[in-house]
T-cell receptor, first 114, second 115 residues
Framework: DGGITQSPKYLFRKEGQNVTLSCEQN?????MYWYRQDPGQGLRLIYY???????QKGDIAEGYSVSREKKESFPLTVTSAQKNPTAFYLC?????????????FGEGSWLTVV | AQSVTQLDSQVPVFEEAPVELRCNYS??????LFWYVQYPNQGLQLLLK??????LVKGINGFEAEFNKSQTSFHLRKPSVHISDTAEYFC?????????????FGKGTLLTVNP
C-alpha cells in the first residue's frame, strides 16, 4: 500500500540526547514536511523540503535538523538544543506539480523527554 | 503572511444534530483552503478542499464547506452528526500561486458528539 511511514510511534529521550524520527514515503512525492503538534496549538511547521538535497526552515526550526538525501526519506533529528521537545510529530508529503495538491500525513510519532 | 483562526476550540453536540465549525483566514493573496480531521492518536486525513469554482465544496463522511471570499471564511458543516464524527478538525490555507506548497493551520476544533 502507498503511504507515509513514521517510526517509532513512541520514543522516550533523556535530557541532553539527540533523537532521530524516521519518515519514509512511497507516494513518489517531491515535497516532504515535518510538523509539531502540541495540545491547543494546532500544527506548526518545523522544516520542509521540495526537492532532494534541499530544505527550508519553517516557523519553529530552532533545535531541529533534517536531511533529504533520498526522495523517499526525510528524517528529523531533535537535538539537545530543543528546550521543550515533548510533542506529537507529524511527517507529511505532497506532489509539487499542478495546483491545489493535497498534503498527506503519516500516523505521527510521540516524543517524550524523561 | 497568512493566518487561520478557528473560532471555537471545542464544540459539543448531540448525535443527529447539525453542526458548523467556523474558520476564518487572513491572506494578502489568493488561497486554497482545506479541512482535515484527526482521530485520537492518528495523523490527519483530508475532508475536503476548495481550489476554485463553486464555493460549496462537498467532502467525505457527509461534510461540506462554503467558501466566502468577502468574509474570508470557510466554515465546515454537517446536517446530522454521528458518534463516530468525534475528532479534532483543522482548517488550513496555502497560497494558490507560486512554488511554496506549505500549509498554515488553525489551532483546531474538538468536536464531541454525545449520545
Amino acid at each position: 500500500d502507498g503511504g507515509i511511514t513514521q517510526s517509532p510511534k513512541y520514543l522516550f529521550r533523556k535530557e541532553g540526547q539527540n533523537v532521530t524520527l524516521s519518515c519514509e514515503q512511497n507516494l513518489n512525492h517531491d515535497a516532504m514536511y515535518w510538523y509539531r503538534q502540541d495540545p491547543g496549538q494546532g500544527l506548526r511547521l518545523i522544516y520542509y523540503s521540495q526537492i532532494v538535497n534541499d530544505f527550508q526552515k519553517g516557523d519553529i526550526a530552532e533545535g531541529y535538523s533534517v536531511s533529504r538525501e533520498k526522495k523517499e526519506s526525510f528524517p528529523l533529528t531533535v537535538t539537545s538544543a530543543q528546550k521543550n521537545p515533548t510533542a506529537f510529530y507529524l511527517c507529511a508529503s505532497s506532489p509539487t506539480q499542478g495546483g491545489g495538491n493535497t498534503i498527506y500525513f503519516g500516523e505521527g510519532s510521540w516524543l517524550t523527554v524523561v | 503572511a497568512q493566518s487561520v483562526t478557528q473560532l471555537d476550540s471545542q464544540v459539543p453536540v448531540f448525535e443527529e444534530a447539525p453542526v458548523e465549525l467556523r474558520c476564518n483566514y487572513s491572506s494578502s493573496v489568493s488561497v486554497y483552503l482545506f479541512w482535515y480531521v484527526q482521530y485520537p492518536n492518528q495523523g490527519l486525513q483530508l475532508l475536503l478542499k476548495y481550489l476554485s469554482g463553486s464555493t460549496l465544496v462537498k467532502g467525505i463522511n457527509g461534510f461540506e464547506a462554503e467558501f466566502n471570499k468577502s468574509q474570508t471564511s470557510f466554515h465546515l458543516r454537517k446536517p446530522s452528526v454521528h458518534i463516530s464524527d468525534t475528532a479534532e478538525y483543522f482548517c488550513a490555507v496555502r497560497n494558490s500561486g507560486g512554488s511554496n506548497y506549505k500549509l498554515t493551520f488553525g489551532k483546531g476544533t474538538l468536536l464531541t458528539v454525545n449520545p
